[in-house]
């Protein structure tokens, strides 16, 4: 297999795993954790809660059109249109037509997919910060503030403070999921340009 072929399997096989680690964590538990925030956390300042839905919302509908804007590259019944199809044809010998063709409808791919993946970042990153901020308020155990959160459920048989916590490691583990997955895309877009310049992409 070629080093391209190598490299730009690896970008698909990234963005299956930030997609499978969506589908197994946010809904099963940081949905849950974010949620009981949203509508039962009275501990919350009213501004602060405001912009904490926002966040929440827009942070739903990014996952949700980046789960259906993949499966319906990935299931399309056009053949010429589908993505996997496209990555196929990127291995066999082409005219420099074709090349270029094959070429656009990859980077169109990628550039849709960060574009969703950025929103997605931008609003996890800002209910990262503000569960931290929540969390710390949990430690200082102010006293308004823990006889509202222990009367919220946490997930499965554990505290909702143990259950924020949790949700704080998960987030980390998927920023450091989506840095892997930027290096990978720029070493792949570094190795296309560098083909293009000593013409093997032209």
Same mark, same amino acid.
């Given at each position: +297999?070629?080093?391209?072929?190598?490299?730009?399997?690896?970008? /698909?096989?990234?963005?299956?795993?930030?997609?499978?680690?969506?589908? %197994? &964590? &946010?809904?099963?538990?940081?949905?849950?954790?974010?949620?009981? !925030?949203?509508?039962?956390?009275?501990?919350?300042?009213? /501004?602060?809660?405001?912009?904490?839905s926002t966040f929440y919302y827009?942070?739903?509908?990014?996952?949700?059109?980046?789960?259906? &804007? !993949?499966?319906? $590259?990935?299931?399309?019944? $056009?053949?010429?249109?589908?993505?996997?199809?496209?990555?196929?044809?990127?291995?066999? $010998?082409?005219?420099?037509?074709?090349? %270029?063709?094959?070429?656009?409808?990859? =980077?169109?791919?990628?550039?849709?997919?960060?574009?969703?993946?950025?929103?997605?970042?931008?609003?996890?990153?800002?209910? =990262?910060?503000?569960?931290?901020?929540?969390?710390? =308020?949990?430690?200082?155990?102010?006293? $308004?503030?823990?006889?509202?959160?222990?009367?919220?459920?946490?997930?499965?048989?554990?505290?909702?403070?143990?259950?924020?916590?949790?949700?704080?490691?998960?987030?980390?583990?998927?920023?450091?999921?989506?840095?892997? &997955?930027?290096?990978?895309?720029?070493? !792949?877009? =570094? +190795?296309?340009?560098? +083909?293009?310049?000593?013409?093997?992409?032209?």
């Amino acid at each position: +297999m070629r080093t391209q072929d190598i490299n730009t399997m690896n970008t /698909m096989k990234s963005l299956a795993i930030l997609l499978t680690f969506f589908n %197994k &964590y &946010y809904d099963s538990y940081l949905r849950q954790v974010i949620n009981t !925030v949203v509508v039962k956390g009275s501990f919350v300042k009213k /501004m602060q809660g405001e912009e904490f839905s926002t966040f929440y919302y827009q942070l739903d509908d990014g996952i949700e059109k980046l789960n259906t &804007y !993949v499966r319906d $590259e990935m299931t399309t019944k $056009e053949d010429a249109n589908h993505i996997v199809h496209t990555l196929i044809e990127s291995r066999k $010998e082409l005219s420099n037509v074709e090349r %270029k063709t094959v070429r656009a409808k990859i =980077d169109k791919f990628d550039s849709d997919v960060m574009a969703l993946l950025e929103k997605i970042m931008e609003n996890l990153y800002k209910i =990262d910060l503000s569960l931290k901020a929540i969390y710390v =308020d949990f430690r200082k155990k102010y006293p $308004e503030v823990l006889s509202n959160v222990n009367q919220l459920k946490g997930i499965g048989n554990t505290t909702f403070a143990t259950s924020v916590e949790k949700a704080l490691e998960i987030m980390d583990t998927f920023f450091g999921i989506m840095r892997n &997955y930027v290096i990978i895309k720029n070493e !792949v877009n =570094d +190795m296309f340009k560098k +083909m293009e310049s000593q013409g093997q992409l032209a």
